[in-house]
């Protein structure tokens, strides 16, 4: 094998594409092989790869359903090499909810299936209510006011932590 890895993603409105593309400069800058995959595009064979990351943001409690069901399809391929899981969501912008083993939905995750990645990592996304439909607007707002997050229907703000971002890319480079 020749140290190839490949970053599959699930995105809505494109934050986790987003950071997937980050990750990937930090590595294509290292000369550490990589492709990047929508979920929904995917069709390779996951055995080519030595590295495997999967990203996922979460809506409305739950990271996206092809993902986990890629997840359970895959589970021994994944463990048989380095697999990697990142999850983006809204309630990682609070410090002592931003990490792995703090942040609620990854803990959930890990709760519930039974993929033992080599490494998971959490990052904050992006609330930008200009692109939600008008349901979905009123449930982030609701969730928002709920845990003291902008509610303005204007808002846009990018949480994410780039640094970290880029720190994780690195991390990849090093497995
Ligand atoms: C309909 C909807 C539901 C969401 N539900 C949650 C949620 O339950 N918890 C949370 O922390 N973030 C939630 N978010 C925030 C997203 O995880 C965040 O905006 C992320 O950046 C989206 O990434 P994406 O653009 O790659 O899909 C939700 C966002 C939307 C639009």
Redesign the pocket.
């Known amino acids: 094998m020749e140290n190839k890895l490949v970053i599959i ?11 997937s593309k980050v990750i990937k400069d930090v590595l294509d800058n290292q000369n550490q092989p990589v492709e990047l995959y929508s979920i929904d595009d995917f069709d390779k064979d996951l055995k080519n790869y030595d590295k495997i990351v999967i990203g996922s ?6 990271h996206h359903k092809k993902i986990i069901e890629f997840i359970n399809k895959h589970q021994q391929t994944l463990e048989a090499r380095k697999s990697i899981f990142f999850s ?5 912008r609070k410090p002592e909810k931003s990490s792995p083993t703090t942040n609620t ?1 990854v803990v959930k995750f890990f709760n519930s299936i039974s993929w033992e990645p080599t490494l998971v990592e959490v990052f ?5 209510y200009k ?3 008008f349901f ?1 607007r009123k ?2 707002q609701l ?1 928002m006011w709920m845990t003291k997050g902008p509610t303005n229907k204007d808002a846009e703000i990018e949480y ?1 932590n780039w640094d970290r971002v880029k720190a994780f890319g690195q991390k990849l480079i090093d497995l």
């Open positions: 993603y699930s995105s809505v409105d494109g934050q986790t594409l987003k950071i943001s979460i809506r409305y409690g739950l983006v969501n809204l309630v990682a939905y904050a996304g992006k609330i930008d692109k939600y439909t979905d449930m982030i969730i994410t």
